[in-house]
């Protein structure tokens, strides 16, 4: 019996699933169907459509996010440099003023104060030396004309032996910090 199932409908003697003389192609869809499905293809084709733009549009921004945050950190790396250049100068400051404190010191004290006045120099060249190799170079100012750019002006002093807006002395050096004021020379400027 199993064998008998086994086999094809024709070894059985049976009669095949299409009438003789019909063809075995399936019949057309009705044109209704045709219809849907031609806008169901076109509802598909919008929505991949939109989905490409919308993946376009994220991609683009996501690309400009990488670009901002590029930006803001470069911006926050100058930024701190530049407050941390600026504190560093306020010590060449001081370490130039003990110079001066211990020039004056030295040659009413003798040989105590000229051996501190040492190390300090070292110190202060030091010093130099690094800002140096972060880029930051000193002001040449004396003997130059104002320029309220790059130049804060301390004290106006009355003389005939430069002419009116010169500088003729520093208050406070300025720096550059490449071609950039990192910080501005307080100078005297004749009148």
Known sequence: MDREWNRTADERGEPSGTPEGESAQRPSPPAETLEGLRAE??????EADRNW?????????????????????EEAVATTRRALLEVILGVVDTLERAIEHADQSSAADGGAA??????IRLAHRQLLDVLAKMGVR??????????????????AVRTTTAPPGTIIGEIRRGYLLGDEVLRPARVRVAQ
């Open 41 to 46: 293809v076109a509802r598909l084709t919008e």
């Open 53 to 73: 733009q919308q993946f376009l549009r994220s991609a683009a921004d996501l690309e400009n996010y990488r670009k901002q945050a590029a930006r803001q950190r």
């Open 114 to 119: 000229a051996a501190i006045a040492d190390g």
């Open 138 to 155: 000193p002001m040449e100012t004396v003997g130059k004309p104002f320029d309220p750019r790059v130049h804060e002006a301390g004290e």
